[in-house]
């Protein structure tokens, strides 16, 4: 991650929660899907600039979602266009699907759970714990993920030789 993705990243976390923490969570999650895409799939991703998701902006395609709990709340979503999620999953389990069906469904799921496991991983290692629901799979074109009041959603672009994703991370502080 350069200087300006740092910078973007300081610029897009939410005031509620420690800098600090955001930006070990981005950091985290973004070489956890790094690791993952190249490790599993064999891909080279390219990391684009994070960037704060306006409010009611619609996505596309395959979404794997995971829940957050601990010092803060919030989801993980990873999103494939169709494109993308077939190309991703076929060089993940060796196959050549052509249609999202209940084997790339489970496949976008299984990449979300190791890329979550892999930041988990990760940020234990930096003081933080945190648990994570199990992956759930939403399909479709111009739906709307509500992260919920009061947080921002950080999306990290990135790139591979099937097209572009995107993840995106909301978290809020859990008041108690």
């Known amino acids: 991650m350069d200087t300006d993705q740092r910078r973007a990243i300081m610029g897009a976390v939410s005031a509620g929660v420690s800098k600090a923490v955001n930006v070990d969570i981005i950091q985290c999650f973004a070489a956890a899907t790094v690791s993952t895409f190249e490790q599993m799939c064999s891909l080279q991703l390219q990391t684009r600039k994070p960037y704060i998701k306006k409010v009611g902006s619609s996505v596309w395609g395959v979404s794997g979602v995971m829940g957050i709990t601990g010092d803060v709340s919030g989801v993980v979503v990873l999103t494939l266009p169709e494109k993308t999620a077939l190309g991703g999953v076929n060089a993940f389990v060796g196959e050549s699907f052509t249609k999202v069906d209940a ?3 489970d496949g976008v799921k ?7 496991g892999t930041a988990k991983a990760k940020l234990s290692e930096r003081g933080h714990e945190y648990n994570f629901s199990l992956p759930k799979v939403v399909i479709g074109h111009n739906y709307i993920t509500n992260q919920g009041e009061d947080s921002n959603v950080i999306v990290i672009p990135f ?6 994703f995107i993840l995106d991370i909301s978290i809020k502080p859990n008041r108690g």
């Open 103 to 105: 084997s790339v469904i």
């Open 110 to 116: 299984e990449l979300t759970n190791i890329i979550v």
């Open 159 to 164: 790139a591979c030789k099937f097209g572009e």
